[in-house]
């Protein structure tokens, strides 16, 4: 039989020592109303933890009149290994992760209206992990009429010439011919040529006049 005690005012159960305890010693605990902890640390040991709520709140606390300062965000903990984190970086105003818990950087988005968007170009020094596929797109810059690139550039060699595009100048390297160089251009009208190379220039300004 269910046992059932109505009361009509605020019930407290109060231990009378600091640390003393209350548990509840049963399969299953239903709390009809809302549910206020007040304590500094709340802490679930569940194997599965479903949550209802689509939208969760952190640093929920904050006064709506006082501008945020603390970053904010999710923290996985790793054992003997450093903690990473998803994480809210309200100083530079952007979405961050890091993988040793210690270097973060910014997640990239596309670019928006939205003063909270993060593109490429806010990190000064992005760094790829691999190979770099434009999957027929560009590389361009849209505030000089140059792209730099500050080292050396290898190019694979090829034994077919690679298609003409129009309004384009393809410029790729195969095996070198009587210009000594081994570097080609495909022009629009898919005429091939080879650039050629300061001594060979001289052997043919000789031979030519």
Do not use: C
């Amino acid at each position: 039989m269910a046992l059932i005690n109505r009361f009509n005012t605020s019930y407290t159960l109060k231990s009378i020592n600091a640390s003393d305890t209350v548990t509840m010693d049963t399969s299953l605990v239903t709390i009809t109303g809302n549910l206020i902890v007040l304590g500094n640390q709340t802490s679930l040991s569940t194997t599965n933890t479903a949550i209802f709520d689509n939208i969760i709140t952190l640093n929920a606390g904050l006064s709506p009149n006082v501008a945020p300062t603390l970053n904010a965000g999710i923290e996985v903990d790793r054992g003997t290994l450093a903690n990473v984190q998803l994480r809210w970086n309200e100083t530079v105003k952007a979405w961050q992760i890091t993988s040793d818990g210690s270097a973060y950087a910014n997640i990239a988005t596309i670019s928006g209206t939205g003063s909270a968007l993060t593109a490429v170009v806010h990190d000064t020094a992005p760094v790829l992990g691999g190979n770099l596929d434009v999957q027929n797109y560009q590389i361009y810059s849209s505030t000089s009429s140059y792209v730099r690139i500050n080292d050396n550039v290898a190019m694979a060699t090829t034994s077919v010439a690679p298609s003409a595009l129009a309004g384009n100048t393809v410029i790729y390297t195969s095996t070198a011919g009587g210009g000594g160089s081994g570097l080609y251009t495909v022009q629009s009208d898919s005429s091939t040529n080879e650039l050629a190379t300061k001594s060979a220039a001289i052997k043919y300004s000789i031979i030519f006049g």
